[in-house]
């Protein structure tokens, strides 16, 4: 798709620094952006690329404009009305509606006229899948499943069972949503099995990453709010609530019975224990560990960065000592015999 630079302007509350009547066509990044490409610039790190850029266009902040030698739109938030501008100019594709002749699809099922199912899907029974939505090759939609209108499951995905995804969703390839908690009760003899008797509730506009893993519930169900993102490889154990919005980066965990609030923000592989409660507007630092509840919004962080192994090794030992410095400062301060 082509798109005038005034056209854009209007549409996304922009204003145009240089010819309105400059054409894009496609996005692209600032180094490798050519005469039809839109690109955009938010992080003063890239400041030179933007100095030398060809592209047709560039999304920035007013303050940046001197800087930019191409036509521009600004914007407050660069990066946010750059991914709009992006989706209009790159729209989704649209499957046509339909099953192919290899999809299996349970006679139990109800599935809209107007959704499209892919090549060895399979639909089970009581399943439903809803107007334009997209079942991708080798995806599975278990039985009670129900996929929302214009709900998108890419390839080999698996909703194991009583699973309810809302509307305009996206999963990515190979994740599973529905699959048994880790449910076991210790005994003489070993592990007993919990059987896993709940389903997943996920809402509008959730989009999940590749390989993901949503349990079901124990009891009651796993609930996704409307809005999250998950990004690759993470896990949402059983019981666990999202709330409306939150974000999680990859290899990120979530333990069962866990509750998080709105608008959360998890960084890579950052995990939590399971039982607590999380509330809105917390932001965990990558590779950090939660084990209470957290009551107050904000920044959390407890990672050690990587450094020289003789250096850590080092600072190992000194902890290590901790125990042994402590009771000497008490002792010290207080006249405390050392135990």
């Not at 089970?124 to 107007?131: E, F, I």
């Not at 039985?143 to 309810?164: E, F, I, K, S």
Request: net charge negative; hydrophobic share 40%.
């Amino acid at each position: 798709m082509q798109a005038q630079l005034g056209d854009l302007a209007i549409r996304f509350g922009c204003e145009v620094v240089g010819d309105p009547a400059t054409v894009v066509t496609h996005v692209a990044t600032l180094a490798n952006a050519d005469s039809e490409s839109l690109s955009f610039f938010s992080n003063p790190a890239y400041r030179e690329e933007l100095k030398r850029t060809r592209a047709g266009a560039v999304v920035l902040r007013e303050a940046d404009a001197k800087d930019c030698p191409v036509p521009a739109l600004l914007a407050e938030e660069p990066y946010l009305a750059f991914a709009r501008i992006a989706t209009l100019l790159h729209p989704p594709e649209v499957l046509p509606p339909g099953r192919h002749a290899s999809a299996v699809v349970d006679p139990s099922a109800e599935v809209d006229a107007s959704a499209h199912i892919g090549p060895h899907a399979v639909i089970g029974p009581r399943a439903t899948v809803g107007a334009h939505a997209a079942i991708g090759p080798n995806a599975v939609v278990g039985p009670r499943c129900r996929v929302g209108a214009y709900t998108h499951l890419h390839a080999n995905v698996t909703l194991v069972q009583d699973v309810v995804l809302g509307e305009r969703c996206i999963v990515h390839p190979g994740a599973v949503l529905g699959s048994d908690g880790f449910g076991n009760a210790p005994s003489d003899t070993g592990w007993v099995k919990v059987p896993q008797i709940g389903g997943v509730r996920i809402g509008d506009d959730v989009e999940i990453g590749a390989n993901t893993t949503v349990d079901r519930g124990a009891i009651e169900d796993t609930v996704i709010e409307n809005g999250v993102r998950l990004d690759n490889l993470i896990q949402i154990a059983h019981n666990v609530h999202l709330g409306e919005h939150t974000a999680m980066a990859a290899l990120s965990g979530i333990s069962g019975s866990t509750i998080v609030g709105r608008r959360c923000m998890f960084g890579g592989q950052s995990g939590v224990v399971g039982h607590i409660t999380i509330c809105d507007d917390v932001v965990v630092g990558g590779a950090t560990m939660i084990s209470k509840d957290i009551n107050e919004p904000g920044f959390y962080t407890g990672s050690f960065p990587a450094e020289k192994d003789k250096v850590w090794k080092r600072k190992v030992a000194r902890f290590r000592r901790l125990d042994e410095l402590a009771r000497r400062v008490r002792a010290l301060e207080g006249g405390e015999q050392e135990s």
